[in-house]
Structure formats: structure tokens, C-alpha cells
């Protein structure tokens, strides 16, 4: 384990990370930002990796995250990171597979954030570590399991937001609607000036009549370690 601690760069924050694990980029914090998570809620940040969007979500909206991570080595970075920040009352990291999230919370949470794996399992380069692997694709859960797990977790008038490829929005856009998460806020994100887009971002409501809002394009924001 080659453990190394990240600058957040947002009031002394820091993140534990391991380097043989999958690390966090500027998509996770993009999300973190997005989503407008309302002070004293309830989130649920699925697919939490080291936790950045936890922490994040916790200490700029004053939220409590319930953050759920299949890998133990980072959901158990995840813990670590929370108690570092001062943030143990808010941030819990509960290290189980998404799938299971309907049987163990129920319908509580107010909002849901999602950084899931992008690629489609037999599509493109596969790490030949497993828990990158499957960090990066669909080989322990799928779009559709994905969608089903935030339909079923977050009350009615709840918001989903997640982050994915631009190459996969109409199937992001059906998947959600079909499990009433209605599709509401539209951010499409570029890599750099003058490049195509790759990455959006999706808000979601549970219940929510249509009416899609789309935003200005625009570049990420490069996150830089402290």
C-alpha cells in the first residue's frame, strides 16, 4: 500500500489515497460542485472510491453522506479521511456492494451522488488490477443496476445526480426516466478549450415533472494536488 495524502483545496481538507488503488480526478470533484445538496439532508454517495465527493459534500453543504464503496481498502481510506477532516459525525462509509443498498437503507435519502464505472465490461483497456478494473468498468455493477439502486434509495422530490461519459448520455437519459428520475439539469463538460465534450453532468428528480434545463458548455476545472 503506497498511501498519500491529497490537498482538497477547499478549507484544509485532505484525502487519503492509495496509489495501487483508483484514484480520484477533477470528475468527481466536478459532481461534488454540481450537486446542489441541501444543508442538515441526508446523500448517499455511491460508488465512493476514496471518498472525495463524501467529504466534499459533507463539509461544503453541512450534509450527512452515507458513502457506499465495494473496495475495502478505500472505503476503509474513505473512514480514515473523514476522521482526519473532523468529519466522522457526517461522513460514514459503508463497504458493500450498491445492489444492496435497497434492502439496507430503504427510501431516506434526499439526495444521491453517483461516480460509477464508465465503461462497459469487454470495451476498451481493462487494468489488470481487479479493484481498478472494476472501478473504471461495469464488471460489479451496471448502468440499469446503477439507476435501479438511486430510484429505489432517494424519496419522492429527491435529486440524483451523477457523472458519466458524453457517449452513453441517451442511455443514461432512458434508463433514468424509465425508473421515474426525471431528468432535469444538463452540464456538458469539455477536457480543454476546443475539444470535443467526454464528460456530463445529470441532475435528476425522483418523481419530477419533465423539463430539461440544459446549461452552457463548458472546461473542467484541473485539479492539482497540494
Same mark, same amino acid.
Given at each position: 500500500?503506497?498511501?498519500?495524502?491529497?490537498?482538497?483545496q477547499?478549507?484544509?481538507?485532505?484525502?487519503?489515497?492509495?496509489?495501487?488503488?483508483?484514484?480520484?480526478? $477533477?470528475? #468527481? +470533484?466536478?459532481?461534488?460542485? %454540481?450537486?446542489? =445538496?441541501? !444543508?442538515?439532508?441526508?446523500?448517499?454517495?455511491?460508488? /465512493? *472510491?476514496t471518498?472525495?465527493?463524501?467529504?466534499l459534500?459533507a463539509?461544503?453543504?453541512?450534509?450527512?453522506?452515507?458513502?457506499?464503496?465495494?473496495?475495502?481498502?478505500?472505503?476503509?481510506?474513505?473512514?480514515?479521511?473523514?476522521?482526519?477532516?473532523?468529519?466522522?459525525?457526517?461522513?460514514?462509509?459503508?463497504?458493500?456492494?450498491?445492489?444492496? $443498498?435497497? #434492502? +439496507?437503507?430503504?427510501?431516506? %435519502?434526499?439526495? =444521491?451522488? !453517483?461516480?460509477?464505472?464508465?465503461?462497459?465490461?469487454? /470495451? *476498451?483497456?481493462?487494468?489488470?488490477?481487479?479493484?481498478?478494473a472494476?472501478?473504471?468498468?461495469?464488471?460489479?455493477?451496471?448502468?440499469?443496476?446503477?439507476?435501479?439502486?438511486?430510484?429505489?434509495?432517494?424519496?419522492?422530490?429527491?435529486?440524483?445526480?451523477?457523472?458519466?461519459?458524453t457517449?452513453?448520455?441517451?442511455?443514461?437519459?432512458?434508463? $433514468?426516466?424509465?425508473?421515474?428520475?426525471?431528468?432535469?439539469?444538463?452540464?456538458?463538460?469539455?477536457?480543454?478549450?476546443?475539444?470535443?465534450?467526454?464528460?456530463?453532468?445529470?441532475?435528476?428528480?425522483?418523481?419530477?415533472?419533465?423539463?430539461?434545463?440544459?446549461?452552457p458548455?463548458?472546461?473542467?476545472?484541473?485539479?492539482?494536488?497540494?
Amino acid at each position: 500500500m503506497a498511501q498519500r495524502i491529497d490537498d482538497l483545496q477547499y478549507k484544509g481538507l485532505k484525502l487519503i489515497q492509495d496509489t495501487d488503488e483508483f484514484c480520484f480526478g $477533477c470528475d #468527481a +470533484v466536478e459532481l461534488a460542485n %454540481f450537486a446542489d =445538496v441541501k !444543508a442538515g439532508s441526508l446523500a448517499a454517495d455511491l460508488c /465512493s *472510491g476514496t471518498g472525495v465527493i463524501a467529504v466534499l459534500t459533507a463539509a461544503k453543504r453541512n450534509a450527512r453522506v452515507k458513502a457506499v464503496e465495494i473496495n475495502p481498502i478505500t472505503s476503509a481510506l474513505l473512514a480514515e479521511s473523514a476522521r482526519l477532516n473532523g468529519l466522522s459525525g457526517q461522513v460514514e462509509a459503508y463497504c458493500m456492494r450498491v445492489q444492496e $443498498c435497497r #434492502a +439496507v437503507f430503504g427510501r431516506i %435519502f434526499d439526495a =444521491v451522488l !453517483a461516480n460509477p464505472p464508465y465503461r462497459k465490461a469487454g /470495451s *476498451g483497456y481493462r487494468h489488470g488490477k481487479p479493484t481498478v478494473a472494476y472501478a473504471r468498468h461495469e464488471l460489479e455493477l451496471t448502468l440499469a443496476e446503477l439507476i435501479d439502486c438511486a430510484a429505489g434509495i432517494v424519496r419522492t422530490g429527491g435529486a440524483f445526480y451523477v457523472v458519466y461519459p458524453t457517449d452513453r448520455l441517451s442511455e443514461m437519459l432512458s434508463a $433514468c426516466s424509465q425508473r421515474r428520475l426525471e431528468p432535469k439539469v444538463l452540464q456538458i463538460l469539455t477536457p480543454a478549450e476546443g475539444k470535443p465534450p467526454h464528460l456530463f453532468l445529470l441532475k435528476c428528480v425522483y418523481g419530477g415533472r419533465p423539463g430539461l434545463k440544459v446549461l452552457p458548455q463548458r472546461t473542467v476545472r484541473a485539479y492539482t494536488e497540494g
